[in-house]
Antibody, heavy 123, light 111 residues
Framework: QVQLVESGGGVVQPGRSLRLSCAAS????????MHWVRQAPGKGLEWVAV????????YYADSVKGRFTISRDNSKNTLYLQMNSLRAEDTAVYYC????????????????WGQGTLVTVSS | NFMLTQPHSVSESPGKTVIISCTRS????????VQWYQQRPGSSPTTVIY?????PSGVPDRFSGSIDSSSNSASLTISGLKTEDEADYYC??????????FGGGTKLTVL
């Protein structure tokens, strides 16, 4: 069965960096687009970024563009999110999510979600 | 960019039918597929409808999705309500600028 396991969350000071990882199993990782979606405490879901199946196409929400970088290593079945210049408003649970398709044009159709990892930005 | 607007909350009795709406602010609702996600308290989201009206395996046929171009909206219908359906429900779509977008979420209470 599909499993997505996020890691790398924690408490970080404003302006610092953090890298999240998502280990995927139970499907052919290299055939599907992947997303990061976040949820601030007590708030709704916010789409963050998507990467195509081959890593060649990446798209970002305006709120993180220029600060966050999504990447993937298909040889390790792992998705990453490098987060720089973190702000208090980036505090959230970050979910890794699998797309139904290749996401070449950034289409967002999630079929599986991870359990999430909490990032807290605070001094 | 566009927005998806959902009612903040809905409530209904067990065994009844509830419809949750999701209205797109600009651009046609039919131009990009709509997905619906269920999030029970303390849990990750799960997908209950994809591509407007498709159910993933394991999702009961009490859940159905539709779109209405005349109102530029999508709807999630849950029939034969059960207490286990109590959760937050989010609609989601995307646009030509390659951005995903979620609705604000609807809290369903089954009382």
């Amino acid at each position: 069965q599909v499993q997505l396991v996020e890691s790398g969350g924690g408490v970080v000071q404003p302006g610092r960096s953090l890298r999240l990882s998502c280990a995927a199993s139970g499907f052919t990782f290299s055939s599907y687009g992947m997303h990061w979606v976040r949820q601030a405490p007590g708030k709704g879901l916010e789409w963050v970024a998507v990467i195509s199946y081959d890593g060649n196409n990446k798209y970002y929400a305006d709120s993180v563009k220029g600060r966050f970088t999504i990447s993937r290593d298909n040889s390790k079945n792992t998705l990453y999110l490098q987060m720089n210049s973190l702000r208090a408003e980036d505090t959230a649970v970050y979910y890794c999510a699998k797309d139904l398709g290749k996401s070449i044009t950034g289409t967002t159709k999630v079929d599986y979600w991870g359990q999430g990892t909490l990032v807290t930005v605070s001094s | 960019n566009f927005m998806l607007t959902q009612p903040h909350s809905v409530s209904e009795s067990p065994g009844k039918t509830v419809i949750i709406s999701c209205t797109r602010s600009s651009g046609s609702i039919a131009s990009n597929y709509v997905q619906w996600y269920q999030q029970r308290p303390g849990s990750s989201p799960t997908t209950v409808i994809y591509e407007d009206n498709q159910r993933p395996s394991g999702v009961p046929d009490r859940f159905s999705g539709s779109i209405d171009s005349s109102s530029n909206s999508a709807s999630l219908t849950i029939s034969g309500l059960k207490t286990e359906d109590e959760a937050d429900y989010y609609c989601q779509s995307y646009d030509s600028s390659n951005h995903g977008e979620f609705g604000g979420g609807t809290k369903l209470t089954v009382l």
